[in-house]
């Protein structure tokens, strides 16, 4: 079972969007990392506060990309689908964020990693569950 997943994930029919959920995730957490350092070191915000409106702004980003490109073949088309889609994906993306918060609060207060790698971190672990809601429930696949 886990074999054929692993597989799945290489070959399968999801390991396109997969690949491309990568591809924008990390061009949106490099986005959101130089918000970050932006909010926190040029502006003088505290570093949480500064994560979540880096989160709000790649999240955004990373609907309307994906929906064009990631889940082509099911995009969110016309105003109300399109909008529902976002609220979707803001629902899902917005449970996530306490557990990228939270891990990049553990890594910073608890193992002394900067803030900017804590926060990479952190994206990384967030990521594999905003694949699965937003690919079953945004994208409804």
Do not use: C
């Not at 799945?8 to 995730?25: D, E, K, M, T």
């Not at 109300?80 to 964020?97: C, M």
């Amino acid at each position: 079972m886990i074999r054929s997943f692993i597989r799945n994930l290489h070959s399968g029919p999801v390991a396109l969007q997969l690949r491309r959920f990568v591809i924008v995730g990390a061009v949106a957490a490099g986005i959101q990392m130089v918000l970050l350092w932006g909010f926190v070191d040029l502006a003088g915000l505290y570093y949480l506060l500064g994560a979540t409106i880096a989160i709000e702004i790649t999240i955004i980003l990373q609907y309307g990309v994906n929906n064009a490109w990631t889940f082509e073949a099911v995009s969110n088309t016309g105003t109300a689908e399109f909008l529902s889609g976002l609220v979707k994906t803001n629902v899902v993306r917005g449970s996530a964020i306490p557990i990228q918060l939270g891990v990049l609060f553990g890594f910073v207060e608890w193992a002394g990693i900067p803030y900017l790698i804590a926060n990479a971190i952190a994206i990384g672990i967030s990521g594999i569950y905003r694949f699965v809601l937003d690919a079953k429930w945004t994208w409804g696949q």
